[in-house]
């Protein structure tokens, strides 16, 4: 059975990503901006995936699946995309920062600077940035520092006479913006980077000291990211949280960036200090690194040089609506982010917490912004008498700090707090409202695709239902149940709820398909996820090819799945979308026979997905939002701007117009079709 390897079509995904730095369409500064997405994400995948791989090397492990060789072989392989996919990085890089300069934003260093930007430099490194700079003083007697995973640092020379050499160590500072854009003339815009501002003051800094020559090379370096959790029961979770925390920042070496141009005694120094020995380590590269920073890129207020607004719609239901409870008690409503507005969770969470029938509100939190108008309105919820449950996934991965601060603001304040449950992590995406009217009591419901995160809302594309119908409200009563008493399992026959029923189900769906393609009936599946990896799942999807279903599937991210191949997926076609916004949405539409089924999910079809978190995947019940989902696929099938076929090749080939036509921007059309709707619905 012919499989993609998890990590290698991972690094597909970022090539794809990377693709958009490449794209001339793309405004300037936002081709800046995917280069720091790209980074990023290469960081995590280095901390995360090649981490894994090293311990599979460590423990001796023969097999990779979807692969033809050794977890040795894998890290190889893994290591020469990556070489290769730099090269084009910096291709990309070198072309953007020309096309700036023709627009005359003008990249400029430490040697490059005029007399004027000097002096301004000059005025702000007293001023502003000297008071952060600590400078460490390096040498074999003292005990080398321990450094910041996320850090960027300059590994400084200086030769003292007598050709004495001294070395030290400088943080780049994270208060400060990575970049500064200088006062320009005749129409020039100046940009520098913090490092060389730094560079361009390493006298002063070490000023104590007689040398005859200083240089500073710039240097970053990754952990294994693994959190190991301590099973001792008598230890809280919370405390288990963060000495496993404290324990990631002393992991395995896994990545050390450095500047080819660094002396060869430096870069000794510094192996050796910091323990690193083999070369699958090392990776040599330019001048600067974290261009994770470049997501922050100034646009110089120039409106050419990002992408035109899209402001955040209006929902055609709830436009103008006093009450988002009633609306919802009328009807069943699903939010399109970022296409419509994120205000509307919020604004349920506030009328809940002044609504004198509302009870109790239940939320499952995985990731939160650092400012959260969501955590704000469950605290005033709490300060109106009501009852409010939150269960916080402490172990959401690079998010764990940020929860559990936000775990410790809701204790304070009175909320009842569950860490999830043992051994599961919960990255389900509930609400659930209970008010009493009358004798009556009434749910209100929220099942999402993605977290209750007003800042990625901007930018990620999810789904998010709201329901009142009895169905689903009283099984997502019952999931808080569990995650209450963890216990209390429950019995599902609307909801797929993981690591109970959402494997089982799926594959009932998917054999349905395969007996009515069997009979000779239309079959036919139209699903839409972030990644595929699950073997099971993937196996059932070539069985289904094999008896003539017809399989649709738009992946973002990972695809272990081989589309087209003769007598297992001929039937199967796949297509990824990289663009402005982050695909996220998950979505399935199974059309049994003319009469379609619609789900939304919070799950991937991962294993650990499917089997090892609790997951929540509804059905869509309303006709129509199934004529609205059904559409949304057709507009993102129809790309012929933003989409890539995803094949064996793995070469991400783009999806072109036919000729004569325009390219066909799926996310553009996606917006156009909600301001459509929305316009209508003002009409009427």
């Given at each position: ?7 290698l079509?991972w ?5 794809r990503?990377?693709q958009?730095s ?5 405004p ?11 980074s990023?994400n290469?960081?995590e995948?280095?901390r995360?995936?090649?981490?894994s ?45 020309k ?6 934003v ?19 490194f007293?001023d ?7 400078p460490?003083i ?8 321990r450094l ?11 030769s ?13 500072p ?10 320009g ?6 940009v520098?980077l ?5 560079r361009?003051h ?7 000291f007689k ?6 090379y ?13 099973d ?15 324990n ?7 990545r ?7 002396p060869?005694d ?9 323990g690193?020995e ?40 709830l436009?103008?609506q ?5 609306t919802v008690?009328?009807k069943?409503i699903?939010?399109h982010?970022p296409?419509?507005?994120?205000d ?9 917490a002044i609504?004198?029938?509302?009870k109790?509100?239940k ?14 309105a469950?605290v005033?919820a ?19 700090e ?15 707090l ?8 919960v990255?389900?995406?509930l ?43 009283k ?5 808080f ?6 216990i ?7 909801l797929?709820v ?19 393609a069997?009979?000779g009936?239309?079959?036919?599946i139209?699903?839409k996820?972030?990644n ?11 069985d ?7 399989v ?15 007598k ?5 076609e ?12 998950r ?13 939304i999910s ?15 995947s509804a059905p ?11 559409h949304i ?10 989409a ?14 036919e000729s ?6 799926s996310q ?5 079709y ?7 619905s003002q009409?009427n």
């Amino acid at each position: 059975m012919e499989l993609i390897n998890r990590e290698l079509s991972w690094l597909s995904f970022n090539e794809r990503v990377l693709q958009e730095s490449l794209d001339a369409t793309v405004p300037l500064v936002e081709r800046i901006r995917f280069l720091g997405i790209y980074s990023n994400n290469m960081d995590e995948f280095f901390r995360v995936r090649v981490a894994s791989v090293n311990r599979m090397i460590a423990l001796k492990d023969k097999r990779v699946e979807g692969f033809n060789g050794s977890p040795k072989a894998l890290l190889d392989e893994i290591q020469l995309t990556v070489k290769k996919q730099r090269r084009v990085f910096d291709l990309a890089y070198q072309r953007i920062m020309k096309e700036l300069e023709s627009r005359n934003v003008i990249h400029v260093n430490e040697k490059t600077v005029n007399e004027a930007d000097r002096i301004w430099l000059s005025e702000y490194f007293s001023d502003d940035l000297k008071q952060d700079i600590v400078p460490i003083i390096l040498d074999k007697k003292r005990k080398f520092p321990r450094l910041q995973d996320k850090g960027i640092y300059l590994a400084v020379k200086f030769s003292i006479k007598r050709g004495k050499l001294q070395y030290a160590l400088i943080q780049i500072p994270s208060s400060h913006d990575r970049f500064k854009s200088l006062p320009g003339k005749n129409n020039e815009e100046h940009v520098i980077l913090l490092d060389d501002i730094i560079r361009l003051h390493l006298g002063k800094i070490f000023s104590i000291f007689k040398y005859d020559k200083i240089e500073a090379y710039t240097f970053k370096f990754t952990r294994d990211a693994e959190l190991d959790l301590d099973d001792d029961i008598s230890i809280s979770m919370m405390e288990k949280m963060e000495d496993g925390i404290k324990n990631r920042k002393k992991g395995e070496p896994v990545r050390f960036i450095y500047d080819e141009n660094m002396p060869g005694d430096l870069l000794k120094f510094l192996m050796d200090a910091l323990g690193i020995e083999k070369d699958d380590h090392i990776a040599p590269s330019g001048r600067y690194h974290n261009f994770k920073d470049f997501m922050r890129f100034p646009n110089f207020n120039n409106p050419d040089f990002v992408y035109e607004n899209l402001p955040p719609l209006n929902h055609p239901e709830l436009e103008n609506q006093k009450s988002v409870i009633k609306t919802v008690q009328n009807k069943d409503i699903l939010l399109h982010y970022p296409y419509q507005k994120f205000d509307y969770i919020v604004d349920l969470l506030r009328e809940a917490a002044i609504d004198p029938k509302v009870k109790s509100i239940k939320i499952n939190i995985y990731r939160v912004a650092k400012r959260s108008q969501v955590i704000n309105a469950l605290v005033n919820a709490i300060k109106n008498g009501k009852k409010v449950t939150v269960v916080v996934e402490l172990q959401a991965r690079f998010d764990e700090e940020n929860n559990m601060y936000w775990s410790n603001i809701l204790r304070e304040q009175g909320a009842k707090l569950i860490y999830g449950v043992p051994s599961l992590k919960v990255h389900s995406k509930l609400i659930h409202i209970t008010r009493i009217s009358g004798k009556k009591t009434q749910f209100i419901s929220h099942v999402g695709t993605g977290n209750f995160h007003g800042g990625t809302a901007k930018i990620y594309g999810d789904f998010g239902l709201l329901t009142s119908n009895i169905a689903i409200t009283k099984e997502v009563d019952k999931v808080f149940k569990l995650l209450e008493n963890n216990i209390d399992r429950g019995i599902y026959r609307s909801l797929m709820v993981s690591p109970f029923n959402t494997r089982r189900k799926f594959i009932e769906l998917i054999t349905r398909e395969i007996r009515n393609a069997k009979k000779g009936l239309p079959a036919k599946i139209d699903i839409k996820l972030n990644n595929l990896v699950d073997k099971k799942m993937i196996t059932k999807l070539y069985d289904a090819s094999k008896a003539g279903v017809k399989v649709r599937i738009i992946c973002r991210g990972i695809c272990c799945l081989v589309p087209g191949v003769k007598k297992q997926s001929e039937n199967i076609e796949v297509i990824s979308i990289v663009d402005r916004f982050l695909e996220h949405t998950r979505f399935f539409i199974f059309h049994n026979n003319a009469t379609p089924e619609f789900f939304i999910s919070s799950a991937d079809w991962m294993t650990r997905n499917l089997d090892k978190r609790i997951e929540v995947s509804a059905p869509i019940l309303d006709e129509s939002i199934q004529a609205e989902i059904a559409h949304i696929f057709e507009i993102q099938w129809k790309d012929t701007a933003k989409a890539r076929v995803l094949d064996i090749s793995q070469r991400n080939k783009y999806i072109k117009p036919e000729s004569g036509q325009e390219p066909f921007r799926s996310q553009y059309e996606t917006y156009n079709y909600y301001r459509d709707l929305l316009e209508k619905s003002q009409e009427n």
